[in-house]
């Protein structure tokens, strides 16, 4: 038995376009080039992940609820799972140092530029290969 799962639908001009994209990467993307490309791209991962009620169940030789001590049957949670946000980046050559995005950040164009690129990503990247590289992030490319 298989589950179905969902996935993104595409029309016959959705692909198409994305066909057009993949050609014209592949006509500017030489070997010289590819080795000197760098892909990023952030990840979030839960640190403290939230209880499912119902899987959390206690066993007890008891005959009644009330026999059991509430420290047992109680849980306590926060309100938000607690989560981290991480960047790094790749390329043929080597990977970047990760940048741990701050928990309270806001995290928008000024932001990413900021701290993720300036004080994070670009100094090991031009480290690794010099000032002649491109840098992808999430299908946005820029030549620097």
């Known amino acids: 038995m298989f589950q179905r799962r ?3 639908s595409l029309t016959a001009a959705n692909k198409l376009k ?5 050609k ?4 500017c993307m030489t070997r010289g080039k590819v080795s ?9 991962f839960t640190v403290e992940t939230p209880s499912n009620s119902q899987n959390d169940r ?12 509430p420290s047992r049957l109680l849980t306590p949670r926060k309100h938000f799972t607690k989560s981290v946000m991480i960047s790094v980046a790749v390329s043929k050559l080597s ?11 806001k995290v928008n164009s000024v932001y990413y530029c900021d701290h993720v690129l300036k004080n994070g990503l670009l100094p090991d ?8 590289f491109t840098f992808q992030q999430d299908g946005t490319k820029t030549i620097v």
């Open 6 to 8: 969902e996935v993104q």
């Open 18 to 22: 994305r066909l057009n994209a993949c």
């Open 24 to 27: 014209r990467l592949k006509k």
């Open 36 to 44: 000197r490309t760098w892909f990023s791209d952030e990840k979030m």
């Open 58 to 69: 206690v066993y007890a030789d008891v005959k009644a609820k009330c026999d059991v001590s």
């Open 95 to 105: 990977k970047t140092s990760l940048v741990f995005v701050q928990s309270s950040a």
């Open 125 to 132: 990247i031009r480290r690794l290969s010099g000032n002649n």
